[in-house]
């Protein structure tokens, strides 16, 4: 309790999307302060999900992709 969480450095990653990474790196943030986890480790453990989550393709491209992939599959099954 009281604790103070300091600024760190991070690492330069590529990044496909920023979509969902604020809210991974709160979400993670909190479950782990809510788990006990020290301020630190649970801040660690949330940049590192973060950064994971930009990796990935985000939300509305996936879907978009899966949309499109169900579109061609069924033109293909109306095919002669």
Do not use: K, Q, W, Y
Request: aromatic share 0%; glycine share 8%; proline share 5%.
């Amino acid at each position: 309790a009281g604790e103070l969480l300091a600024l760190a450095p991070t690492r330069e990653l590529e990044v496909a999307d920023t979509t969902g990474a604020g809210d991974t790196l709160l979400g993670v943030l909190l479950a782990g302060l809510a788990r006990a986890l020290a301020a630190e480790p649970a801040a660690d453990e949330a940049a590192r999900r973060r950064a994971a989550a930009a990796r990935m393709p985000g939300l509305l491209r996936a879907a978009m992709d899966a949309v499109e992939r169900r579109l061609s599959r069924a033109g293909d099954e109306r095919a002669p």
